[in-house]
């Protein structure tokens, strides 16, 4: 799609005194920018909001340039970008290097009786196959993707990754992810880390001097482990400007299995939501499963009772998408 940056920002008056007197034509109302998705390498497939950047997913294997004989890694969200420009995420900190911008995996994976881990890329990893839609409208974007588990030549899970984007507000931007996975050929058990629960989507942030993790009984201090939870909200000075910060919320589904589902929060930068959770969870062959989401950006640090305003819009707006209204 090309990007429209058409608004209307003046009227020009002809005529007379009389006419000047008299009440003004309504000017039309801004045009949203146009989305467009555009590869970025051959690796990468970018979107924009007119000139600013929204995404990248990465399709294709990305290694660390630094330890350059590790394993890579594929089929994961980075940068996503604050409405500001400002990258959210990060992608082989330091600290965690198998941690990969927005991403979903688990660190126990048992198959026929033999356990692999895609948390940290041992034994299994995941691989793209197809685009299933790259759409651009003038309110949404919409990325539909296609990719397979793999252990070593055998594809052992069958994955669908859908991304809703939505226009960016003055007050956030919104994106809806659904992801939906079906074992091949035989069942596959999932379950998530003893103790702490992470295993299913995370968002990893990138460095920032200052932290602040909101949940809807307030603001937290201490890292949330095993923790049931409807949402959570992470900020911190994300861009150049250190005085100025913002952040990413993730809200469950109110449909979600098991919901809330048990989270594990870390000061250090991931919002991590864990499904199936510590205990474990097979899933037969050729059965299909799914697990929805939305991704809430925005500007400053929103306090809890501000989180939970938009949270509820989101329920009140799946109830009616999923009514048919």
Not at 40 to 61: A, F, I, K, M, Q
Request: with cysteine; aromatic share 12%.
């Amino acid at each position: 799609m090309n990007s429209s940056n058409g608004l209307v920002f003046a009227i020009w008056l002809m005529g007379s005194v009389a006419s000047l007197a008299a009440p003004l034509p309504a000017t039309s109302p801004p045009r949203p920018a146009s989305f467009r998705f555009a590869a970025v390498t051959d690796n990468s497939l970018g979107l924009w909001e007119g000139t600013r950047p929204v995404l990248v997913y990465n399709h294709g294997v990305i290694r660390n340039t630094n330890t350059p004989g590790k394993v890579g890694r594929s089929t994961y969200f980075h940068p996503i970008y604050g409405l500001d420009g400002e990258v959210l995420t990060d992608d082989f900190p330091k600290d965690h290097e198998y941690h990969r911008g927005l991403f979903w995996a688990w660190p126990h994976i048992t198959i026929d009786g033999k356990e692999y881990d895609l948390w940290s890329l041992r034994g299994i990893r995941s691989e793209f196959r197809r685009w299933l839609t790259q759409e651009t409208v003038a309110d949404r974007a919409v990325l539909g993707v296609e990719n397979t588990w793999r252990v070593g030549d055998r594809e052992v899970m069958l994955e669908k990754v859908w991304l809703k984007v939505h226009p960016a507000s003055a007050e956030g931007r919104a994106m809806d992810l659904e992801l939906t996975w079906s074992p091949i050929e035989q069942a596959i058990t999932l379950a998530g880390a003893p103790g702490k629960s992470y295993g299913g989507l995370t968002l990893r942030f990138g460095p920032r001097s200052k932290t602040i993790i909101t949940t809807p009984t307030g603001r937290t201090n201490d890292d949330l482990l095993m923790t049931k939870l409807p949402w959570a909200d992470f900020c911190g000075d994300l861009g150049k400007n250190k005085n100025a910060l913002s952040g990413a919320a993730i809200f469950v589904h109110p449909d979600h299995v098991d919901y809330p589902p048990a989270w594990m929060t870390r000061h250090y930068g991931v919002l991590a939501v864990g499904w199936p959770g510590v205990t474990a969870r097979t899933f037969p062959a050729d059965k299909l499963f799914s697990c929805r989401y939305r991704l809430w950006i925005h500007r400053n640090t929103p306090s809890s009772e501000e989180v939970q305003k938009v949270y509820d819009s989101y329920c009140a707006e799946t109830r009616l998408q999923d009514n048919g209204n």
